[in-house]
């Protein structure tokens, strides 16, 4: 079964103008898709498309002006499922330091399971495990202010991680990262994946979402493209028209192509690059 089902997802932000009338801007404009479970889906789009809006319908902390959202078949708007959905889907967010709210990597990685009442041993374990699998294990008693921003990243990915969801929803979470913290944080969330964790990963860095099963679209708050990462590469001029580019490997390929260089369609990452060009005739 679908994990995620957003079925005609229509959401308005709502502000009063200086009479005091109310005003709505409409930030999501008729979106469905499906999320399956143990998947890595990646949203792609510019600013203003809609992005983080869509990653708030998905555990409840925006609710659909219209249309419906399900996890794992509970719908968001009743407020009978408002504690499961948030349980079952847990989200990390774009700034590393505005997620970080203890002193200490473990007090902070327990501030979740605390809330939710969970007794002390099985928080223990809980943070022991989260840190282990986000590679932080080794810096549970340190102060996370003198960590690098990819580390509190993974800090922040371990405090999710210790509410034991199914599903993780990432906004953005390496656009204020170096190279370096881009790969740990990706490569984190694909390790996650690999463990059976469902993943949203919003992000504007294209070889990022070249690693997902399923890549979404989205521009002026609908879906302009979805597919398979080498189903929407492949279509180089539709993304630039969304002021959206393709992976290097994509666009190198493609220039290397029109010098005349025989390189097969497929080509997405570097390492298909590098193998292919290995093999080609000039
Ligand atoms: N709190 C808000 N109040 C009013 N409008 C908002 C608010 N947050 C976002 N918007 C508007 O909704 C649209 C989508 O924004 P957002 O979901 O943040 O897009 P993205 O994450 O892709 O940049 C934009 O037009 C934005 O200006
Ligand atoms: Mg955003």
Known sequence: MDYIRVEDLIFDYTK?????????????DGVSFTVARGSFTAIIGQNGSGKSTLAKSLNGLLLPTSGKVFIDGLDTAA??????????VAMVFQNPDNQIVSAIVEDDVAFGPENLGIDPAEIRRRVDSALESVEMGDYKGKAPHLLSGGQKQRIAIAGAVAMEPECIVFDEPTAMLDPKGRRE????????????MTVVFITHFMEEAACADHVIVLDGGVIRMEGTPREIFSQEEELEAL???VPTAVRMASLLRKRGVELPDSILTDEELVSALMEAKA
């Open 79 to 88: 407020p009978e499922n408002t504690w499961n959905v948030r349980q079952k």
């Open 185 to 196: 944080v990706l490569g984190i969330a694909r390790q996650l994946n690999r463990k059976g």
């Open 16 to 28: 009063l103008d200086e009479g005091g009338a109310p005003v709505a801007t409409r930030a999501i």
């Open 243 to 245: 002021s959206l580019g």
